[in-house]
């Protein structure tokens, strides 16, 4: 692993229940203590069972994962900032950290007709693109596109 150019990073969505959730445990798990990871959505709900099932296929354990409220996130401990919001309204942070915006659609596509094995594919893409983009954090390669 490559050195990181900060030491706190937060991803937000709106439930904090999938996408945000996921970024979490991937960071966590690829960056250790090295970072500090936070996650948190403008609406908290619960985190989604089926985000848990694509993390465990990578021995990711979300389970004692809670919904956190962007609210009760303090900006100056907050380095980094990346929205994972494509549909809906991004939440607002308001800090002088520096803003990615990985635009991924919900996983959940709860108004989707869909079996059990289906709506898990659309989660472990979610998990894989959201892998992709934090390896790419440490690299450099990043992609900004801001808010």
């Known amino acids: 692993m490559s050195e990181a150019d900060f030491e706190s990073v937060l991803f937000l969505c709106v439930a904090n229940s999938a996408r945000s959730q996921m970024a979490e445990g ?3 798990e690829h960056f250790g203590d090295a970072v500090r ?21 990578l021995g990711i354990d979300l389970s004692t994962h809670t919904s956190k409220s962007v609210a009760t996130i303090d900006p100056a401990s907050v380095d980094l ?16 950290a ?16 869909l079996t059990h094995a289906q709506r898990l594919e659309h989660f472990r893409v979610a998990r894989d693109e959201i892998r992709r983009r934090i390896e790419a954090l ?3 390669a990043a992609e900004d596109r801001g808010d």
């Open 26 to 28: 991937l960071a966590r």
């Open 37 to 57: 990871v936070q996650s948190a959505g403008s609406a908290p709900s619960r985190v989604n069972p089926l985000a848990i099932e694509a993390m465990a296929e």
């Open 81 to 96: 900032v990346v929205t994972l919001c494509a549909e809906e309204v991004c939440p607002v942070f308001l800090s002088s």
């Open 98 to 113: 520096r803003r990615f915006h990985w635009p991924l659609q919900d996983p959940d596509r709860k108004h989707e007709d």
């Open 138 to 140: 440490v690299g450099g």
